[in-house]
């Protein structure tokens, strides 16, 4: 009877125990890591995927955190007018809306763990911190182009080197840009987009004029060429009726050598007939001196 | 049964002190061991730790990580009375345990204390620098970060000596206008976006003109460069012809110059003109003389055929009825 008992006993002390033990075993998924305490030290420092035992409470603590996945830390404020737009203060005293985005990663779980009570808020208020110290020292025109690469780039060397000041075990991946612009506020991004297209317009217009000089030019061209043609064809006609009158006048002047007179005879007459019909004639008699009274003409 | 409530009694008293006369301490904690409510050790070191039962000691725990605490966002005036809104995040974390227990007790009192305390030391250093030292275009934050520095070391030296706390870094994390200030900024930034448009505008339209102007100068260069050409081309004309015709009439003086009066008549003399010939002129010489029935007078038939062959000019000059030679014809 008594030995009974004592079986009984020792069996549900046992299970017991083994439940007790048993909530020691903790799993580690393939995206995470953990930290296992013992006493309250950490012992397997960041230990890798599987299933896993530690110490139950009070003797140990697992901590358990996905590590491998990249999260997103927004880096924006809120408007203190209460729209949505997430404003900056330039150092030429404009402003901005900006909106960026950290990825990071988790390098180290024990550090993440061990050496700051929010890591995710540190790295919060970092990234706003820098955020706000560079657009402080620039002006509207370089933060809206040149600087953003450089804005990137401080925030991700800025941030991270704070991180690693508080030992966190965050490693920044990358940083980029959702948001930089004027704000819509106030009728600002549209006075930047008339910017814009003020520029557009300077393009067009000179792209116009460049048009006109390439048409103007080419007329001009035409224009040229036709009086060079011109010029030419006259210069060819001249000499063509030169040489067909220089022709001529040699063939009469052979027949001329031939028969002097009656060639010249021929062509006078022939001169005659063609002008005295287009004249008024008179034909008078001549007086005794043999002068022509014009009076009778009269 | 006395007996038996009196060892599940003890029992509970023995389980009490076992629970309670040892302290496991978290890499992440202080632990503070108060004995009759004062401090009289503190155990910062990861590990198991024996002290005596509750009524006697207990521990006080005390996070040791970097702790994080915002500012709220305030209106501050700069040196030269501009408003600003500014928040601020400070890290800190607990430097010396017993300290900051005698000055604060609570995560909430320490929190409110650093606020303050930032919030002063901003207050004074904003108050002291006028606004566009603060900002600064070019200079990288450098201006600001200079402002975040000298405000942490002055938190930093307080909390250090009064409250056991190390500040590990204080930063602005906002500094803008108050909204009623916001709108001027927005009306400026769109009156100076409106100037630079205009700009672009009108140095695009300055470009344009001076495109223009060089197309028609260009224009009036390639026009006076053709006509150059042409009338080079027609001089050229002239002197071939001129050449040709000199070649011609080599040789034929005489005649050319009897061929070009003909020419010449026939162009100069025109329907205008009025021509008075004598009756006895030789041009009409055989219109007067070879009709025998004419009633203007006694003709000598056997004249005609003798001058049949002369030229015309000739014939007149022997002309019985005429006793001087007259011109051939007579213009008026």
Known sequence: MSGRRRYWTLLSGAVLLAGYLGLGVYNVESDESAVAYVLGRAVGRDVLPGIHWNPPWPWGRVAVARTATNFIMPVEHSDPGGTEESLWLLGDTNVIVGRLGIQYSIRSLTRFEVSHEDPRELLRRAGRRIVTRFLAGENVDAALTTRRSDLLTAVQRQVQSILDGHGTGIEIQSVNIQALAPPEQGGVRQAFQEVQSALADRERVVEEARADRAQILAEAEGEAEHRVNQAEAARHRRVEIAKGEGERFRGLALEHRRTPKLTEERLYLEAIEEILPRMETYVVQSGPDGKVNLRVVR | ?332
């Open chain 2, 1 to 332: 049964m006395a007996r038996r409530i009196a060892a599940v009694l003890l029992l509970a008293l023995v389980v009490v002190v076992a629970a309670t006369s040892f302290v496991v301490v978290d890499e992440r904690s202080h632990a503070v061991i108060t004995q009759f409510g004062r401090p009289v050790s503190v155990l910062s070191d990861a590990g198991f730790y024996l002290k005596l039962p509750v009524p006697f000691q207990r521990a006080r725990l005390l996070d040791k990580r970097i702790l994080i605490t915002n500012t709220q966002e305030t209106e501050l005036l700069t040196a030269d009375k501009k408003n600003v809104l500014v928040s601020t995040y400070i890290s800190w974390k607990i430097a010396d345990p017993l300290r900051y227990l005698a000055a604060l007790r609570t995560r909430e009192f320490a929190e409110n204390r650093l606020a303050a305390l930032v919030q002063s030391e901003l207050g004074s250093a904003l108050g002291d620098r006028p606004f566009g030292t603060i900002l600064g275009a070019g200079g990288n934050g450098a201006s600001l970060a200079e402002l975040e520095g000298s405000v942490a070391d002055a938190v930093a030296k307080v909390a250090q000596e009064d409250l056991g706390i190390e500040v590990v870094s204080l930063g602005v994390t906002r500094l803008i206008f108050p909204q009623q200030n916001l709108d001027s900024v927005f009306a400026r930034m769109r009156a100076e976006r409106a100037r630079i448009a205009r700009g672009h505008r009108s140095e695009g339209r300055a470009e344009a003109q001076k495109i223009a102007a060089r197309a028609e100068r260009e224009r009036a260069r390639i026009i006076a460069d053709a006509e150059a050409e042409a009338a080079k081309l027609r001089g050229r004309g002239e002197a071939e012809a001129a050449r040709i015709y000199a070649g011609a009439y080599e040789g034929h003086g005489e005649f050319y110059r009897f061929l070009r009066t003909l020419e010449a008549y026939k162009k100069v003399l025109n329907e205008k003109t009025t021509l008075v010939l004598p009756a006895d002129s030789p041009f009409l010489d055989l219109l007067t003389s070879r009709i025998p029935s004419a009633g203007a007078g006694p003709r000598r038939d056997g004249q005609a055929p003798e001058r049949k062959g002369e030229a015309p000019a000739r014939a007149g000059a022997s002309h019985d009825a005429k006793p001087g030679e007259s011109g051939r014809d007579t213009g008026s």
